[in-house]
């Protein structure tokens, strides 16, 4: 009977921790089916959601990806035909690096978990997915560990608009904060007056696909041109390119890190999130305030939704606590 009260609190303890960070407005998409698993890394606990798929290897090495974190910008030009006034970039052709997964990285799909930090720490779940990242080699960051710090970075996620992202940037420009919108082709397409702006104003446009579909399973030749789409439209229509992803849904594979690795694009995660994305489900401004604050940790990746309207009300207000707890805004540039 013990044993049974154990596993009982312990699952729980994993659905309580377990979130998804990408919120994009699908309602045919197919919701992912994921079981718990736990995995342990470097004596600690990893605590994840798996999807079974058709191979479940083990990555065989543990592979360093170069990275310069270069945001590309065209010549400022009167006669330019895009959206920011900046010169068209040229196209770009990206290489599949292994399109069979002959190396042999684990094609098992992960649900990205961070846990809720507390105490102004981040939590272990977060603290080990770092940990495992670091140790593969992978190009990847659920926060920033190396730096000493009181840093925060922040991210949105867009996959469609609301009405309240110039709301959002008109905060940041008040507040002069930095962030990174991660944005599907879908919403650059639909939203480009906004995304020029996001651009202008000096904060990065983040690569979130082309379609937003869930990258464990698809093809790793499938991957690379979800990531290409939308890149080369930004080069194109706005003389921009930045080298950073957000898996949509936060679901990743071992292959799918390796392959988008190879791509000399960073992987960005998060470490602080809530259920903000649902917009028939929104709690208030305070409500969003107080969960925010109360996270907040040294070198913290903070996740929200711009279609949230609690998001957009009590952004000044999670800029001034954080300011006043002495932490500092940086650049997804300024990652170490």
């Known amino acids: 009977m013990k044993m049974k009260n154990f596993f009982a609190l312990f699952w729980l303890t994993v659905v309580l921790f377990s979130f998804f960070g990408c919120g994009e407005r699908q309602s045919d998409a197919e919701p992912s089916s994921v079981t718990p698993i736990v995995e342990k890394i470097n004596n600690q606990t990893l605590r994840s959601g798996a999807a079974t798929v058709s191979s479940t290897k083990e990555s065989t090495s543990n592979k360093q990806y170069s990275f310069t974190a270069k945001i590309e910008i065209g010549k400022n030009d009167v006669k330019a035909n895009t959206y920011t006034g900046y010169a068209a970039l040229p196209s770009v052709t990206f290489e599949v690096s292994d399109s ?22 981040p939590h272990e779940i977060s603290v080990a997915s770092q940990a495992f990242f670091d140790e593969k080699g992978y190009n990847a960051v659920t926060y920033d560990n190396k730096s000493n710090d009181k840093v925060l970075y922040l991210t949105f996620d867009c996959g469609y608009e609301n009405g309240y992202t110039s709301v959002v940037l008109d905060t940041l420009k008040e507040k002069q904060v930095p962030a990174a919108f991660f944005c599907t082709l879908d919403h650059i397409k639909s939203e480009p007056e906004l995304i020029a702006r996001m651009i202008r104003e000096g904060h990065i446009i983040g690569n979130h696909s082309d379609k937003h579909p869930n990258f464990s399973k698809i093809s790793r030749t499938e991957m690379v041109k979800e990531i290409e789409n939308c890149d080369n439209y930004l080069r194109e ?7 950073y992803f957000r898996f949509p849904e936060g679901v990743y594979t071992e292959s799918a890190l390796d392959e988008i690795g190879s791509l000399g694009y960073r992987c960005v995660f998060w470490s602080l999130s809530y259920a903000d994305w649902d917009t028939s489900r929104q709690r208030g401004k305070n409500y969003a305030f107080q969960t925010v604050t109360q996270r907040l940790h040294p070198g913290a990746v903070i996740l929200l939704h711009a279609v949230s309207p609690d998001n957009a009300q009590a952004l000044g207000d999670i800029i001034d606590e954080a300011r006043r707890q002495g932490y500092e805004f940086r650049n997804l540039t300024q990652l170490p």
């Open 237 to 243: 229509h706005f003389g921009y390119s930045a080298p």
């Open 100 to 121: 069979q997964n002959q190396a042999g990285y684990s094609e098992t799909a992960v649900n990205h978990s961070f846990g809720v930090s507390k105490g102004g720490k």
